[in-house]
């Protein structure tokens, strides 16, 4: 069975049909840059470019970078433009889709489910949190491998900022750090979290995931076991679809 995902970033939105049964993409994935600013009618029609590159005609699923309450309407956007806030993002895409039915979901649970069921926290129990370092940080939190949605940690306090602000990957490349210096931000931050949850696990997602010997090897100290997600930045596109064919 098939079903189609997209993962919509602060820098890029993507996607491509996936293979449910294998837990990846059944195609090479379509990728345009997200437009600034990222209102909602600018990403909508990026959504709509992806999704008819494929000729798609079938359920759609969705990531957004924030908050999304009922499967649908948008709570909070941080990293795109405010007018996302209290949209029904259903309605939108579904009307820009041609009626498609379709899924939205938080982009850090979305590549959570995903690494649950395919990748790095397959047949995990206790408090595993998966983090995904990109424009800014998500989050995704389940405990005996059930998700406890929208927990948005990126935005625990760190340092008197937003931790995004100190440790995301947008950080790291705005600041010109070395990887060890990030490494570094990364781990007070995950020593923060720890304080806070205790997990068994720690997930790392986003695009650094393909990276993860360049940061990993220097950050120490966590008690929880740190391991890169297997499905890399393929994450969210693989749970959106997932999150689509369950619903």
């Known amino acids: ?41 600018a990403v909508a029609d990026g959504v709509k470019e992806v999704v008819d590159h494929f000729g798609w ?36 895409f579904g009307e820009r889709l041609g009626g498609l039915p379709v899924t939205v979901v938080n982009d850090a649970d979305a590549a959570g489910v995903a690494e649950m069921e ?12 998966l983090l995904t370092f990109g424009t800014g940080i998500g989050s995704a939190v389940f405990v005996d491998g059930v998700l406890v949605p929208n927990t948005e940690l990126g935005h625990l306090e760190l340092h008197g900022h937003d931790a995004e602000k100190r440790a995301s ?45 360049k940061f990993l090897p220097h950050i120490e100290g966590i008690k929880a076991e740190i391991v890169p997600a297997q499905l890399q930045n393929n994450a969210g596109i693989v749970g959106a679809a997932m999150r689509a064919a369950k619903r």
């Open 1 to 41: 069975m098939q079903i189609f995902g997209v993962d919509i970033g602060g820098s890029g939105i993507k996607g491509a049909p996936v293979d449910l049964a294998r837990g990846d993409l059944a195609q090479e994935r379509c990728k345009v840059l997200t437009p600034h600013p990222a209102t909602p009618d």
């Open 169 to 213: 990957s947008k950080a790291r490349e705005d600041g010109e750090l070395t990887w060890e210096h990030w490494a570094h931000r990364v781990q007070k931050y995950l020593a923060h979290v720890e304080m806070l949850f205790s997990p068994e696990l720690f997930v790392i997602g986003g695009g650094v995931s393909r990276k993860a010997q």
């Open 57 to 92: 005609t079938g359920p759609v699923g969705l990531t957004f970078p924030g908050v999304v309450t009922g499967g649908s309407t948008i709570r909070t956007a941080a990293n795109v433009d405010k007018g996302w806030i209290d949209t029904d993002a259903g309605a939108l």
């Open 118 to 129: 395919f990748g790095a926290g397959h047949g995990r129990g206790g408090t595993v949190i």
